[in-house]
T-cell receptor
């Protein structure tokens, strides 16, 4: 089946540092999404990307939809303690499917 | 409530027991999705409803899994004869628009532990 390779698996950073994570796939996706999940909660959508090459920001977060439609990255600038959580990429495959395929997540720890 | 509500939040089942997990979507949302999230993994798609119609059940892992949404609102995910590998968080999401997988809001999930 379709899989997303998300890296890194975990990151330990100091407050104020910038963070970058990415996702790649062997198949094309129509839409790329980035979610954050905190313990005991469901994923919360951070950024949605609908067009190849699109670069979108949401506050300190910036994400891009790769030109090949097979990859995406998420950057977080000037990290703060509340950025702690697990970040997931997700893609909507071609073909009109309404299912999302998720990566395995990047666990972010921010040291104050 | 304002968000997607799932109950129970936690369920412990003995192996072989049947369980039913409930999802109350946001009022007026026509699309509803179920995902399974194993420990340390990302969510995996199970099934999708448009109103009361189950349009995609390709992610259901076996015929022990059954989902319904008879009146196009509340949905129930039923697992028969639970096995240890069914232990996971079951997430429900709903969307206002037809399709709308990319605009869905997730509930907090039900954590199922099979012992």
């Amino acid at each position: 089946g379709q899989q997303l390779n998300q890296s890194p698996q975990s990151m330990f950073i100091q407050e104020g540092e910038d963070v970058s994570m990415n996702c790649t796939s062997s198949s094309i996706f129509n839409t790329w999404l980035w979610y954050k999940q905190e313990p005991g909660e469901g994923p919360v959508l951070l950024i949605a990307l609908y067009k190849a090459g699109e670069l979108t920001s949401n506050g300190r977060l910036t994400a891009q939809f790769g030109i090949t439609r097979k990859d995406s990255f998420l950057n977080i600038s000037a990290s703060i303690p509340s950025d702690v959580g697990i970040y997931f990429c997700a893609g909507q495959p071609q073909g009109g499917s309404e299912k999302l395929v998720f990566g395995k997540g990047t666990k972010l720890t921010v040291n104050p | 409530g304002a968000g997607v509500s799932q109950s129970p939040r936690y369920k412990v089942a003995k192996r072989g027991q049947d369980v039913a997990l409930r999802c109350d979507p946001i009022s007026g949302h026509v699309s509803l999705f179920w995902y399974q999230q194993a420990l340390g993994q990302g969510p995996e798609f199970l099934t999708y409803f448009q109103n009361e119609a189950q349009l995609d059940k390709s992610g259901l892992p076996s015929d022990r899994f059954f989902a319904e949404r008879p009146e196009g609102s509340v949905s129930t995910l039923k697992i028969q004869r639970t096995q240890q590998e069914d232990s996971a968080v079951y997430l429900c999401a709903s969307s206002l628009v037809w399709g709308g997988a990319t605009e869905a809001f997730f509930g907090q999930g039900t954590r199922l532990t099979v012992v």
